[in-house]
């Protein structure tokens, strides 16, 4: 079945640390986007990507690298810099062009830090 | 102030009722979004709507563009329907970013 998968699911990092948070489509889509998910607000974009390496800041990319050597994938590394990483991440897919039509999520991941 | 402002923040409901959620923006846009998010976190895309009204089993969305306005109705609540339901839109300048409101907690009580 086509979809996304997003891994893992929950996270425990300590201060200081790097994590790198997974994303990977099989879905054949041009666009692939990574949101911050915090209680009581909208989804904020982080960073996402149009097409294979390249990919553009959002709003709060601060703190956050990307990559998009493949098409399937664009991983999110959390890096020390992010100041409160702590927060439900989502990974979301979809086609150029169709008015972000046919836009797809994954199940997210949830990050912690002690 | 948001660019997309849902209400209510949370509406509690008994089975069977009919369940309306709001939605209003302040831009121009080209799509509109409804999507449920359950507690495991996942999301779902409900609709997409340009204009008009789609439906799909219990749920019927609508816009109406001029007012920038949608509203997203559930006929015959059921408890399997109690989720968060968030509305995202398309600006019609620049690239396919979307904008999302903050969500409706619906809560569906036997």
């Known amino acids: 079945d086509g979809g996304i998968t997003q891994s893992p699911k929950y996270l425990f990092r300590k201060e200081g640390q790097n994590v790198t948070l997974s994303c990977e489509q099989n879905l054949n889509h041009d666009a692939m986007y990574w949101y911050r998910q915090d209680p009581g607000q909208g989804l904020r974009l982080i960073y996402y990507?149009?097409?294979?390496?390249?990919?553009q800041k959002g709003d709060i990319a601060e703190g956050y690298s990307v990559s998009r050597e493949k098409k399937e994938s664009f991983p999110l590394t959390v890096t020390s810099a992010q100041k409160n990483p702590t927060a439900f991440y989502l990974c979301?897919?979809?086609?150029?062009?169709?008015?972000?039509?046919?836009?797809?999520f994954g199940a997210g991941s949830r990050l912690t830090v002690l | 102030k948001n660019e997309v402002e849902q209400s209510p923040q949370n509406l509690t409901a008994q089975e069977g009722e009919f369940i309306t959620i709001n939605c209003s923006y302040s831009?121009?846009?080209?799509?509109l979004h409804w999507l449920q998010q359950h507690p495991g976190g996942g999301i779902v895309s409900l609709f997409m709507l340009s204009s008009g009204k789609k439906k799909h089993g219990r749920l019927i969305a609508t816009i109406n563009i001029q007012e920038k306005h949608s509203s997203l109705h559930i006929t015959a609540s059921h408890p399997r329907d109690s989720a968060v339901y968030i509305c995202?839109?398309?600006?019609?300048?620049?690239?396919?970013?979307?904008?999302f409101g903050t969500g409706t907690r619906l809560t569906i009580i036997p």
């Open positions: 979301a897919s979809s086609m150029l062009g169709s008015g972000a039509n046919v836009l797809t």
């Open positions: 990507s149009q097409i294979v390496n390249d990919f």
């Open positions: 995202a839109v398309l600006p019609n300048f620049g690239n396919e970013k979307l904008t």
């Open positions: 831009v121009g846009i080209s799509a």
